[in-house]
């Protein structure tokens, strides 16, 4: 069974960063699509960005509101996906959660939202 | 304001059917397939329906997905207490490229 698990979220200041992870087990992070979804308090779901895997380059895609502030990297030494945020504002504070994204794992296809982390909670606040 | 258009609340009492509805446009459900997901209070959100109508291993018969044209639905029937949460809608757009989703349509099961 596929297991995500976030963690480095916390309370920070207007214009801080932040570096969220997320621990992937029984996929290799290398082939794997990771999507970062966030919840702001008692609002809808909001996509943030994704990276896709090495066979498929690699890069990584984001939404317009965090475009040019936030960066999904990963390390495949440690089998995780990381979301690098600055220059944070309020309107970020949110639940994040990493997710399987649409990809053949070699033996099955795993679909957009398949497997979600627990979330982690980022707070933008003075 | 969601790309995806949810109402933003259904209910239904048990036992009866309800359908959830999710338009969008030719850049998004127009031209791609439809997620379905399901969120209980203070949870992850849990992928219902994929591919439009395809339901993942453990998902209920109950649950089932339609699209046509520029709009998908969601509809669950013989109702149980334990499906009242919140359910979202989601696809890829191209005049955005990257992933939508709906705003959210929070069922009571009355």
């Known amino acids: 069974e596929v297991q995500l698990v976030e963690s480095g979220g916390g309370l920070v200041k207007p214009g801080g960063s932040l570096r969220l992870s997320c621990a992937v087990s029984?996929?290799?992070?290398?082939?794997?699509?990771v999507s970062w979804v966030r919840q702001a308090p008692g609002k809808g779901l909001e996509w943030v960005g994704r990276?896709?895997?090495?066979?498929?380059?690699?890069?990584?895609q984001y939404a317009a509101p965090v475009k040019g502030r936030f960066t999904i990297s990963r390390d495949d030494s440690e089998n995780t996906v990381h979301l690098q945020m600055n220059s944070l504002r309020s309107e970020d504070t949110a639940v994040y959660y990493c997710?399987?994204?649409?990809?053949?794992?070699?033996?099955?296809?795993?679909?957009?939202?398949?497997?979600w982390g627990q979330g982690t909670l980022v707070t933008v606040s003075s | 304001q969601s790309v995806l258009t949810q109402p933003p609340s259904a209910s239904e009492t048990p036992g009866q059917r309800v359908t959830i509805s999710c338009s969008g446009s030719?850049?998004?459900?127009?031209?791609?397939?439809v997620n379905w997901y399901q969120q209980l209070p203070g949870t992850a959100p849990k992928l219902l329906i994929y591919s439009d109508y395809r339901r993942p291993s453990g998902v209920p018969d109950r649950f089932s997905g339609s699209k046509s044209g520029t709009s998908a639905s969601l509809a669950i029937s013989g109702l149980q207490s334990e499906d009242e949460a919140d359910y979202y809608c989601?696809?890829?757009?191209?005049?955005?490229?990257?992933?939508?989703f709906g705003g959210g349509t929070k069922l009571t099961v009355l």
């Open positions: 029984s996929v290799t992070v290398s082939v794997a699509w």
């Open positions: 989601a696809t890829w757009d191209d005049s955005l490229d990257g992933r939508v």
């Open positions: 990276i896709k895997s090495k066979t498929d380059g690699g890069t990584a």
């Open positions: 997710t399987t994204d649409d990809f053949w794992d070699g033996v099955r296809w795993l679909r957009f939202g398949d497997y």
């Open positions: 030719s850049s998004n459900i127009g031209s791609y397939t």
